[in-house]
């Protein structure tokens, strides 16, 4: 659990840190079920772990709730001598994805909150949008609302003169 504030509004995240062996797949999916957000990370001294991702995003389309945000992270930016992963690389995989992108550093602290406030912050606006969405819907149902009482009262008073006549 870690609180941040986003736009002046604190949000409690809850963060779950998901094994990257294939051994453990089968319980890193239940992770992916209520999750609204998620960092797919590879490691910019790794190729491999670059070449991942593309997997990672089909589980994710699978087994994550549909709105869930995501974000692409290269970590390990500290490691520049070591790296087999260029930033555009990176950009290009994330655009192709529709996905922001941040290169990051454990170590040095790189980009680490940035991305943090980003994911939080894309999931709020998910949720806003949610939301908006059942507060027109709500405003929908009660102008119609009013808009048959308002008929019944007419049609009442119609009734009311109708048997004035008979
Ligand atoms: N230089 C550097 N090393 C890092 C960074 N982040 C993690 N490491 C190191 O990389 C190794 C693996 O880190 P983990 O956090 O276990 O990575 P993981 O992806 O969770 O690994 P799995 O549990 O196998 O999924 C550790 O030795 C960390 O110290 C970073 O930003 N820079």
């Known amino acids: ?9 604190k949000v409690r995240i809850q963060i779950w840190d998901t094994a990257g062996q294939e051994r453990y797949q089968t319980i890193t999916k239940q992770y992916y079920r209520r999750a609204q957000g998620i960092f797919l990370v590879y490691d910019i001294s790794s190729e491999r772990s ?3 991702i593309m997997k990672w995003v089909s589980d994710v389309d699978e087994y ?3 709105g869930v945000q995501k974000i692409l992270i290269g970590n390990k930016a500290d490691e520049e001598q070591k790296r087999q992963v260029g930033r555009e690389q990176g950009q290009q995989l994330a655009k192709e994805y529709g996905m922001d992108f941040f290169e990051t550093s454990a ?3 790189l980009n680490i909150k940035e991305s943090f406030t980003r994911l939080t912050e894309l ?3 998910a949720h806003k949008k949610e939301l908006d969405g059942l507060r027109a819907h709500a405003r929908e149902e ?3 609302a009013e ?3 308002k008929d ?3 049609e009442g008073t119609g009734n009311s003169s109708k048997n004035c006549w008979c």
């Open 1 to 9: 659990m870690k609180t941040i504030e986003v736009d002046g509004i």
């Open 50 to 52: 670059y070449q991942h």
């Open 64 to 66: 994550a709730p549909e």
């Open 107 to 109: 170590c040095t602290n």
């Open 123 to 125: 999931v709020l606006q």
């Open 142 to 144: 009660l102008a119609l």
């Open 147 to 149: 808009l048959e009482e």
């Open 152 to 154: 019944s009262k007419t």
